[in-house]
């Protein structure tokens, strides 16, 4: 018997729909009934670029004022807070939503009767499996 979905690497479709796996469990998970038709694509995995750069350089920013302020404390004197140090910690997520936004990879189009979603291969996949894939999908399950 064969199972009831392909899936390549991270990437899940079969007869219940298309779904972004972590392992056995979907990260998103989008019904056949929505889904009108796939496509691959190489491009930047964020589904709203602009604003996740622009989310992640504010991110980054808040992140070095409080180095900035200690720096001027030593130059010129006067109080810092070290609970200003902790916002140092909003660089990790400002790099990594830069980094999304920004990174192309291979991913695929979920186009929906209202939207579209993006789900995204990991790092090293090849256009030539992403393709396949796709066709092979299209075949067997009609998307």
Known sequence: ???????????RLGESGAS????????????RAEIERIES????????PSVMLVLGIVLV?????P???????FT????????WIAAVACVIPGVWLIDLSLRKRWLLIVVMKRGRRKLLFPK???QVEVEAFVSGVRDRFGY
């Open 61 to 65: 920013a808040i992140a070095v004022i």
């Open 1 to 11: 018997m064969s199972t009831p979905y392909v899936q390549l690497h991270n990437v």
């Open 124 to 126: 090293g996949v090849s």
């Open 41 to 48: 694509r190489y491009g930047t995995g964020a589904e709203r």
């Open 67 to 73: 180095i900035l302020a200690l720096v001027g404390v």
């Open 76 to 83: 010129r004197g006067g109080t810092y807070y070290v609970e």
């Open 20 to 31: 972004e796996m972590d392992g056995e469990r979907p990260l998103v998970h989008i019904p």
